[in-house]
């Protein structure tokens, strides 16, 4: 089983391939040959604009900059952005920003359809607001939306864990997350690791969990 976060020495990174660990995938060829899956034009073309966006933009471009120069260099013109109702005002100003920048625009909310959660048999003590109408979120809609408009890249912008899995799985066209959702970490889920050793040490070691989390 592969275990590269445990690694030491990434000789991947430097090309000394002859001290790789006993379990770096690299000793097994046909796992990392990278020539059948390049040998397909659009998957080549778009490992090579993406590499090629790392460099230029390297500590100089933000994410929204890297993701509209990518979609430029790939010729994508048709946008779709599956966002957060949450985040509504921020997927606005995306969208304009998007349309600044000469592209087109599909974006759809992730309460499209109005199904209320007793469809997939949630409790009302199981809602975020018990006692009130709670529609579900519903990522395979949004992406049967933007499949329907034709998009050429969607951007995942703040969906929820699970549904933005809904949403890539259904998507037909290549996905990028520009905005990943964590309400408690201003949407920066990587602050709780900085974190892990301390403040969030139990919650994140320990499978500490609120009493929300209980479910039933």
């Known amino acids: 089983m592969a275990s590269c976060a445990e690694c030491k020495v990434y000789v991947c990174r430097s090309g000394h391939l002859d001290a790789a660990p006993e379990n770096c995938p690299m000793r097994d060829g046909s796992v990392t040959d990278t020539r ?27 994410r929204i900059q890297e993701t509209m120069e990518f979609a430029r260099r790939m010729g994508y013109r048709k946008l779709g952005v ?21 592209f087109d625009v599909a974006s759809v909310a992730c309460k499209n359809g109005s199904i209320p959660k007793e ?26 939306v933007l499949n329907r408009d034709g998009t050429d890249l969607n ?9 933005d899995t809904l949403f890539i799985k259904h998507s037909e066209a290549p996905v990028t997350c520009l905005v990943a959702k964590d309400r408690v970490m201003a949407h920066n889920p990587i602050g709780a690791l900085y974190c892990s050793n301390g403040y969030y040490k139990k919650a994140l070691y320990e499978g500490q969990r609120g009493p929300s989390s209980v479910t039933g």
């Open 36 to 62: 059948g899956y390049l040998s397909d034009p659009t998957l080549r073309r778009m490992a090579r604009e993406s590499a090629l966006v790392e460099a230029e933009g390297y500590c100089h471009w933000t």
């Open 82 to 102: 599956a966002f957060c109702l949450g985040l509504r005002v921020e997927a606005r100003m995306l969208s304009r920003v998007l349309k600044a920048n000469g």
């Open 155 to 163: 951007i995942v912008f703040g969906l929820c864990v699970g549904h």
């Open 119 to 144: 469809e997939i048999d949630i409790a009302d003590h199981q809602k975020v607001r018990p006692g009130s109408y709670e529609a579900l979120c519903n990522p395979i809609g949004q992406a049967m």
